[in-house]
């Protein structure tokens, strides 16, 4: 078999055989196939998709790359977040210690940034000594001390799904549903998690622009879930702004950090809240999303999911200080304001663009061998909604520069300010 025949049959629009499939996840994960043809055959499946029976078996031989997680030894059901990523999505971090802090089991593999979106590890990575490398053993052990964890595939997981995943960040092709549904659900079955929340993000920050998107891909998630025998089901929720007020990495930990505390952004706690709810009724932990809601909530309230953040951190080689003193974090040289232009009200503010301002600061990857500033970012005083005057301050950029002029007007360009603002919904609908 010849790489260029299988590029040829998907670039014709045809569908690829479990063979051809095996072929390229095989040869690509070994070496023997170059980037060059993974890049030609990944912009063919974006522009002409996959069956429902090619993402099934993507996904199995991404799967069958490398090992599974064996979780049985460890007792009661464990639950799992993942989300398909959006600007500020801080989510996965104060919801594992928050839902762990219930009593329920949380082993949650998660990635790296891709293109505009941040990713949950280079952010905990942040966090001064917190590693995100792995191996099984010691992985089994946080889960029975601290009851869950937030780190990168441990060991030798899906490493097909590792090399393609660097290679869409760089060739434009991360928004494509049968690759996003075959990189997570990957990862997931192979990690030993009996349950699974799916936050897919739709709107301008979102990989799936449009809601329809959002929902094919959501039950592309779930059927590959059941199939083999998981409890999957998945939230729509909104990404045509940031979420929360941080857009950067040590930006969002402090973000993170405030929210475990009782002081984070209503948006930001109300998504943690409602997939929070989901998971512990998934676990057993109680009967309905009311009765999850205001334990999850006591819990804030009463200090123990901040604790348990703690605890993780601290386990995971992270300076536990950083829950007292968020100074200790990477902080930036420079803080400048961006001021409105204009009087009204914010119209829109297209999160995808405020992702690529911080990216353009070193908060992001352009390439897949970018090195992070994980102290820039920026940090929002407005969002939808707000009324403002001119001169009103909308954000502050924290950067390692002084010159920040193309970042402001990158993002002065992508805030509208007009006379009304149509009011955003942040959860869309449930898929079970």
């Known amino acids: 078999m010849r790489m260029v025949d299988v590029i040829d049959v998907k670039r014709n629009g045809g569908e690829l055989t479990a063979e051809q499939i095996k072929f390229f996840v095989d040869g690509y994960t070994a070496g023997d196939i170059p980037d060059y043809q993974a890049s030609a055959l990944l912009m063919a499946i974006w522009f002409n998709g996959m069956s429902d029976e090619e993402t099934r078996n993507l996904t199995m031989d991404m799967l069958h790359s490398g090992d599974r997680l064996d979780l049985s030894d460890i007792p009661d059901v464990k639950v799992d977040k993942h989300s398909t990523g959006g600007v500020g999505d801080k989510v996965s971090i104060p919801l594992a210690p928050l ?15 891709l293109g505009h ?10 966090i001064p000594g917190y590693t995100v490398e792995i191996g099984e053993d010691a992985f089994k052990k946080q889960l029975r001390d601290v009851g869950c964890i937030i780190s990168g595939a441990t060991g030798n997981i899906a490493p097909a799904d590792k090399k393609i995943y660097a290679l869409r960040d760089v060739t434009d092709t991360i928004d494509s549903i049968p690759l996003i549904a075959g990189s997570i659900m990957s990862k997931k079955i192979a990690s030993g998690t009996d349950a699974l929340v799916m936050d897919v993000k739709t709107g301008s920050g979102a990989f799936m622009k449009r809601e329809e998107d959002a929902v094919a891909l959501a039950h592309a998630l779930v059927n590959i879930g059941k199939g083999v025998g998981m409890n999957a089901m998945a939230v729509i929720s909104d990404m045509n702004q940031p979420l929360g007020r941080a857009i950067g990495n040590a930006l969002e930990i402090e973000e993170s950090i405030a ?3 009782g002081e984070g952004p209503d948006d930001l706690l109300d998504i943690v809240l409602t997939i929070g709810s989901q998971m512990t ?15 999850l909530e006591e819990n804030i309230a009463n200090g123990k999911a901040l604790e348990r953040f703690r605890m993780m951190v601290e386990a995971q080689g992270g300076d536990g200080r950083v829950i007292d003193d968020p100074t ?9 304001p961006v001021l409105a232009e204009s009087d009204g009200v914010i119209a829109s503010m297209k999160a995808d663009e405020m992702g690529i301002a911080s990216m353009m600061l070193g908060g992001g990857r352009a390439t897949k061998d970018d090195k992070l500033d994980y102290a820039v970012g920026l940090t929002l005083d407005r969002k939808v909604g707000d009324t403002v005057k001119t001169g009103d301050r909308l954000l502050t950029i ?6 920040v002029e193309d970042v402001k007007r990158l993002i002065l360009d992508n805030i509208v300010i007009g006379d009304h603002a149509e009011p955003i919904t942040l959860i869309h609908q449930v898929i079970v």
């Open 398 to 403: 924290h950067a390692n520069r002084e010159d």
């Open 117 to 126: 979106t941040g990713g949950t590890l280079d952010k905990l990575e942040a």
């Open 328 to 336: 200790i974090l990477p902080q930036a040289r420079y803080h400048i």
């Open 99 to 113: 839902v762990a802090s219930l009593g329920i089991v949380v082993p949650m593999i998660s990635g790296r940034g």
């Open 281 to 295: 009724v998934m676990a057993g932990k109680a009967q309905t999303l009311d009765e999850a809601r205001g334990m």
């Open 259 to 261: 929210l475990l505390k």
